[in-house]
């Protein structure tokens, strides 16, 4: 049998782990997925390793995600957070990277990895695809038209981020916003910026004045890499591409590298920023629903799902002793303990010895 293509020496690259470099977005308009991606590839590491394991004997990849459900009758209760694993086949990363998928791989041929930014990509579109089995072009339409990346960031990590819009920038100013997004990467924090087209206040060019473009491409997600104040005491925000470069963006600040630099004042002024999500702390783990373990039987099911509850778990082993199947049950038991009793009697009479046997065999012992 030949070598799959892809296995866990190609994941990452040289360093053995994944980085935000290995992330180049093409054809699929997921940038609030890779994005993310990237960020958690820079501050936590650690979180992307843990999502994927290879699978040796069948040469695929299983990818833990998360999601959330609705309770109760009609999905109207309590929202729980649930694991997912995703098997990601050889053919599927195949596919990914014929669709141009956000690794570097379709980038460079004859390559084989870094490879963890397609496998994770397609476990997401995987997530999203009613019928697998047919091949994953649903998965891959259904998330490639865009989305935020706190959402993306809850279904990579199962946390629940934050999220701080313009008018929040603008109420707390500049200088809050510095310290709270500083403060955020500091703590290994992922934080992206999501924008959005600058305000045009022209009209055909014939009265007002479009607002200065911020060299940032519109409607599109960011990884953040670094907020500071510049000699001058201005807040800058340095941000990654996840295209790999800045090239085409058309606002008069091309520039071939995937790192980009642009004043926080002039993103607001301009009107071009949408928000910034940031993502969970290190030590922020998905607080998980139970395993829905189900036995056909409501009154077990009640039982089981009560586990960490003692006071429920109580409650539903007296309405289980006291149901018709419970009772059932518990006559059942002593039926079946009356026959073991009368079968254990009826041998020991067998087994009884006359009672000169008896004094014979105990009387050495009464003695000694």
Not at 82 to 109: C, F, H, M, W
Not at 133 to 150: D, M, T, V, Y
Not at 329 to 350: D, I, K, P, V, W
Request: charged letters at 25%; hydrophobic letters at 30%.
């Amino acid at each position: 049998m030949a070598e799959p293509r892809f296995t866990d020496k190609t994941l990452y690259g040289a360093s053995g782990h994944p980085r935000s470099a290995d992330i180049e977005q093409d054809k699929l308009g997921d940038c609030y997925f890779v994005s993310p991606l990237g960020s958690l590839a820079e501050q936590q590491p650690g979180r992307l390793e843990n999502a994927i394991k290879y699978n040796a004997d069948k040469g695929t990849f299983t990818v833990t995600l998360y999601k959330e459900e609705s309770t109760g009758f009609l999905g109207l209760g309590d929202k729980v957070t649930k694991p997912v694993s995703i098997e990601v086949t050889q053919a599927e990363l195949e596919y990914n990277i014929k669709r141009q998928g956000g690794s570097t791989v379709d980038n460079n041929p004859g390559t084989n990895g870094p490879i963890w930014p397609a496998v994770m990509e397609t476990a997401f579109a995987k997530m999203h695809d009613s019928d697998a089995k047919n091949g994953l072009e649903e998965g891959f339409e259904a998330i490639r038209h865009g989305g935020w990346p706190r959402d993306a960031l809850f279904t990579l990590t199962g946390v629940k981020g934050e999220t701080v819009m313009a008018s929040d920038v603008q109420d707390m100013g500049t200088e809050a916003a510095h310290k709270k997004l500083s403060d955020a990467l500091a703590g290994h924090r992922p934080v992206m910026l999501s924008t959005k087209p600058e305000n045009t206040a022209s009209f055909f060019g014939l009265i007002g004045k479009d607002a200065p473009q911020d060299g940032l491409a519109d409607n599109h997600a960011y990884m953040v890499e670094k907020v500071y104040k510049d000699k001058n005491g201005d807040v800058q925000v340095q941000v990654r591409n996840p295209w790999g470069t800045n090239m085409g963006i058309g606002e008069g600040h091309d520039t071939p590298n995937a790192s980009f630099t642009v004043k926080l004042k002039d993103i607001m002024d301009g009107g071009g920023l949408g928000r910034f999500d940031i993502g969970p702390a290190p030590s922020q783990k998905p607080t998980l629903a139970q395993a829905d373990v189900k036995t056909g039987d409501p009154q077990v099911d009640t039982m089981l799902a009560s586990l960490s509850d003692p006071a429920g778990l109580k409650q539903s082993m007296q309405n289980l002793a006291s149901s018709p199947a419970g009772q059932q049950f518990a006559a059942s038991g002593r039926e079946q303990f009356q026959e073991q009793q009368n079968r254990e009697q009826q041998a020991a009479l067998t087994r009884q010895p006359d009672e000169a046997t008896q004094d014979v065999t105990r009387s050495p012992m009464r003695h000694a």
